[in-house]
């Protein structure tokens, strides 16, 4: 009888009513305490206390509201204040984790069918040959389409970046089924998720420096060893765009010899973390403001790791802000006389996927904000892969 117009769904099929003879009760100065018990996983995120609200017109069964009443969650309860009495209920919301499981295998799998396509693209117009041939074909010469192909900055850090949202995605998929296994394991799974996302925040930085470059500075923007500079603060270590096509067709950074291998920032800060201070990386429980776990991942341990990632983090997505409000500055300039202002919103939604900004979002994790915060973040981070595709 208690169904709502969207078949919302309630914790275990339990709805309680308390009523008095005396007629209508609500306002009350001391809540009544209605405690619902479980055995799933539940927070803030995915349930919360409602009550049954009549339809006021015809044809109107009613809906489930929240109005009046607050919720805490404990070791398997859930406690809901009501200042009122009618039925109450658990509501069940979309669980965060199949959310963030769907979301970040398509944000995979779109990566990896674009950088699939792309080496594909570049091997037909390379006219590439098999790998296991290349040794045989090191002197044959790339047509001047394919050259011109392979010089372009910009597609060779799009595909940069999706190469490490591929790495953050996958480790990420991985941290929480393999916190239920070895220990040595979930530590060396937790400094690939650190890792990847270092190097996935500053392959988003390099897009706003590239960006910046082509829209601001324009002329003069040759930097000798561009990409390897790049690769060098974003990797840690050089790593080419191209890697299906045979080592001689790639540019080279010398008159006779091939790029050198440095090693740098991410790889070498997460690298020197790992072999000297392995316990910072271990099983990390997430908790609700309650302390009720909600679920375990392989992640940091070290609180003062946990804070210098987010000043890391907090670093790169100010610079990405600042450098997307100058580029709709400038857009907005240049398509002034032309009236296409929903083509310059549309260009500044593109790039506020591609320069990560929306992972600003895990700043607002207080008050009001928490909830949609966290349902934002989750969706709009976990199919950025998507979103560059």
Not at 349 to 359: P, R, S
Request: hydrophobic letters at 45%; glycine letters at 6%.
């Amino acid at each position: 009888l208690l169904q709502d117009a969207r078949n919302s769904s309630v914790l275990n099929n339990d709805v309680v009513g308390a009523f008095l003879q005396s007629g209508h009760v609500a306002g009350l100065s001391r809540p009544v305490k209605i405690q619902f018990w479980h055995d799933t996983v539940l927070d803030a995120s995915n349930a919360t206390c409602v009550f049954w609200e009549p339809g006021a017109g015809a044809g109107s069964t009613g809906s489930w509201s929240r109005e009046g009443c607050e919720t805490t969650h404990g070791e398997g309860t859930v406690v809901c204040h009501c200042d009122h009495l009618t039925y109450f209920a658990v509501l069940l919301l979309a669980s965060l984790t199949h959310i963030t499981t769907v979301g970040c295998s398509l944000s995979a799998t779109a990566t990896l069918c674009t950088l699939l396509l792309c080496c594909f693209m570049c091997a037909t117009l390379c006219h590439a040959v098999p790998c296991h041939l290349a040794g045989t074909h090191r002197h044959a010469l790339p047509s001047p389409s394919c050259r011109q192909w392979l010089r372009d900055n910009t597609t060779s850090i799009h595909m940069h970046l999706l190469a490490a949202l591929l790495l953050l995605n996958c480790s990420f998929l991985l941290s929480a089924p393999l916190a239920a296994g070895a220990e040595g394991l979930c530590q060396a799974t937790a400094a690939l998720l650190h890792a990847s996302l270092l190097c996935a925040l500053a392959w988003m930085a390099a897009e706003a420096f590239h960006l910046l470059l082509l829209l601001v500075k324009v002329y003069n923007i040759y930097i000798q060893h561009y990409l390897l500079k790049l690769s060098l603060f974003a990797w840690g270590e050089w790593a080419p765009a191209w890697p299906c096509l045979p080592v001689a067709w790639l540019p080279r950074h010398g008159p006779t010899q091939p790029p050198p291998v440095p090693t740098g920032l991410p790889a070498l800060a997460v690298a020197f973390v790992f072999v000297f201070k392995r316990d910072t990386y271990g099983y990390h429980a997430i908790s609700t403001s309650e302390d009720y776990r909600n679920t375990t991942m392989c992640w940091l341990t070290s609180s003062p790791a946990h804070y210098a990632t987010l000043c890391y983090a907090g670093l790169i997505l100010l610079f990405n802000t600042l450098v997307l409000g100058r580029v709709a500055v400038i857009l907005r300039r240049i398509r002034r006389q032309k009236g296409q202002a929903w083509k310059d919103w549309a260009t500044v939604l593109g790039l506020t996927c591609l320069l990560g900004t929306t992972w600003g979002l895990a700043f607002f994790r207080f008050g009001v904000f928490l909830v949609p915060q966290i349902y934002l973040f989750t969706i709009l981070n976990s199919l950025q892969g998507g979103c560059v595709w």
